[in-house]
């Protein structure tokens, strides 16, 4: 069995951690190393034995709490060359274990691949997890979905997607113009009627969980992305669960397992 939790997801942080056979991964550390522990504790996060932190950038939404939560617990920080190279000032003697767009790269019973984004930052990547169970997919500050992108999420049982803004409430939020094309561009994030459109060309059978993630607060609402997205998904043949992950608090546990054991299961 295969058990993730979203920490909280938002501009002001951005953490997951993905459980498997008893060790944990986190995925992005947005938040201070306390809080980290804070929110695993009140989500039942076990973070005795965690395989590693892997990171989608060096943004301080995605990985403000890294250096330290790496320290402390010893374990080492996966993520590219480029945001490692911006983070090292910062992180000192933390372990680097570089990922690779071009193989897999294994923490514990964690199977990482990457694939690089279009957004702002040095070299900043959409991740994809795997045990042996379950694989997710994890995409945030999607400035385009790129083809990369869509083939790394492709045939996951679970995906954690921006669903930054909606277009309207973008038009509307008092921005300046130059900050609403910064948003809406290359380098910035995904509207919900782009995550809809790119979730609904990802629905296959056996994709059981959709995570709405990395909501802005004053351009979206959960009601929102919802609204967007839950008609395309199911359009799509969509027949898992949708949900929308919260900034302030927890969101899951969502648990995964392969569809012969669950069918075992329901049998047994
Ligand atoms: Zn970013
Ligand atoms: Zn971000």
Redesign the pocket.
Known sequence: MTRFVVLGSG?KG?ALAIEHGGETLLVDV?FSAREIRRRADAAAVPLDRVAGIALTHE?G??ASGAALLARDLGVPIFCSPGTWERLRIRIGNARHAPLSMTAVVEAGPFRIESAEISHDAAEPLALAISTAQASIGVA??LGRPTAAVRYLLRGRTALVLEANHDDVLLRTSGYPPVVQQRIAGAGGHLSNRVAAELLADLVHPELAVVVLA?LSERCNTAQHARDAVAPALAAAGFTGALHVARQSEPTGPFTLMRADTQASLSLG
């Open positions: 501009s951005n947005g943004h939404d995605h945030y500050d990395h």
